[in-house]
T-cell receptor, first 117, second 115 residues
Framework: AQSVTQLGSHVSVSEGALVLLRCNYS??????LFWYVQYPNQGLQLLLK??????LVKGINGFEAEFKKSETSFHLTKPSAHMSDAAEYFC???????????????FGQGTTLQVKP | KAGVTQTPRYLIKTRGQQVTLSCSPI?????VSWYQQTPGQGLQFLFE???????NKGNFPGRFSGRQFSNSRSEMNVSTLELGDSALYLC??????????????FGPGTRLTVL
């Protein structure tokens, strides 16, 4: 069964500092992995996705993530935080294309990123 | 291209009532998935529809149901509302099967409050 664990429900960084949001997954088949961002009172916006091509994935707004199969991890990073990055971030896994898992994303519990001036 | 739209954006109901939420997918998208978001349980998959057929269902009681129309628009219904049904309900659309991975695009959600 698929599952996603995000380590740390709240992360606080100073503006300009490195952002590191952690995500570990469990999947019995090769997964697709995603990071979404949610701003208050809005839906989810896709930051980046891993779909079995390059293990280092670059996304929007300067974010990137690296798929590490040996560690079952897909951590999100950004070299320099900006005030506008303050939001909630969700890691998700999909086994799209496999029976019983179509159209279904499994989400982690989310990490709230606070950026201090 | 217009994004995923959901109506209404906010809804207040009382226990025991029923509610219908609507989702219009991105033009050309034929698959619609629904999710419930609560502070306690996070984001949970409700169900997915493609070509007017439910393809997958999450672990929710039968009070939660949905349907999809021939134009791919989808509705979900919750009957006999309970306080715990208060949540943000998110709809996501994608192209559908046979397209490799189907990226899901999310709408802004419907905020349901049950009093």
């Amino acid at each position: 069964a698929q599952s996603v664990t995000q380590l740390g429900s709240h992360v606080s960084v100073s503006e300009g500092a490195l952002v590191l949001l952690r995500c570990n997954y469990s999947s019995s088949v090769p997964p697709y992995l995603f990071w979404y961002v949610q701003y208050p009172n809005q839906g989810l916006q896709l930051l980046l996705k891993y779909t079995s091509a390059a293990t280092l994935v670059k996304g929007i707004n300067g974010f990137e993530a690296e798929f590490k199969k040996s560690e079952t991890s897909f951590h999100l990073t950004k070299p320099s935080a900006h005030m506008s990055d303050a939001a909630e971030y969700f890691c998700a896994v999909s086994e799209e294309g496999w029976a019983d898992n179509t159209g279904k994303l499994i989400f982690g519990q989310g990490t709230t990123l606070q950026v201090k001036p | 291209k217009a994004g995923v739209t959901q109506t209404p954006r906010y809804l207040i109901k009382t226990r025991g009532q029923q509610v219908t939420l609507s989702c219009s997918p991105i033009s050309g998208h034929r698959s619609v998935s629904w999710y419930q978001q609560t502070p306690g349980q996070g984001l949970q998959f409700l169900f997915e529809y493609f070509s007017e057929t439910q393809r997958n269902k999450g672990n929710f009681p039968g009070r939660f149901s949905g349907r999809q129309f021939s134009n791919s628009r989808s509705e979900m219904n919750v009957s006999t509302l309970e306080l715990g049904d208060s949540a943000l309900y998110l709809c996501a659309s994608s192209l559908g099967p046979g397209q490799g991975y189907n990226e899901q695009f999310f709408g802004p959600g419907t905020r349901l409050t049950v009093l």
